[in-house]
């Protein structure tokens, strides 16, 4: 990849690392609410499945949004940035669809709405998230990015692996 696709994958890494950091950072400081964001969405046959889906989806948001940020576990990170995000689009649209009236939890403050949703704001988060998904799907394919501790860790993973092979015979 050219120096262009570097600087790219670099801009699209940070910024995905920092709107997950944001978005987990936010809802972690009240679980609680999170929980209740989730519970809105009425995708779950059980309430104690949306709690617990509430209270897990901070903690990770915040672990891939870091790992982004450091540029460690890339593509990795960024796949399991992509599944989150194809998994938001799935929930808003079935919210749209069943002409539920939600505030999405995205960055905090989610449940149910007291006044009916503008359709155009579900379409706004979905697009928000479609571009999002690109960010992460680049970094899948071209996951070598500037500063990144992967180019650091990369050389070292060889020798690990072969001397893992070495033990084994």
């Known amino acids: 990849m050219h120096d262009h696709g570097a600087a790219v994958g670099t801009a699209f890494r940070i910024s995905l690392g920092i709107v997950l950091l944001i978005a987990g950072g936010l809802k972690i400081t009240d679980l609680g609410q999170s929980a209740v964001a989730v519970k809105a969405y009425r995708l779950f046959p059980q309430p104690i499945q949306a709690e617990v889906v509430g209270y897990a989806l901070p903690p990770l948001e915040i672990l891939i949004g870091v790992l982004l940020i450091a540029g460690l576990f890339t593509r990795v990170a960024a796949s399991a940035a992509a599944l989150l995000m194809v998994i938001f689009i799935v929930g808003i649209i079935s919210v749209w669809a069943r002409g539920l009236s939600i505030e999405c939890g995205c960055f905090n403050d989610g449940g149910a709405s007291g006044s009916p ?53």
């Open 117 to 169: 949703i503008n359709p155009y704001e579900y379409a706004r988060e979905i697009i928000r998230d479609l571009i999002l998904v690109g960010m992460a799907i680049w970094l899948v394919v071209w996951p070598r990015t500037l500063w990144a501790l992967d180019s650091i860790a990369r050389p070292h993973m060889h020798k690990v692996y072969k001397l893992m092979q070495d033990d084994e015979e």
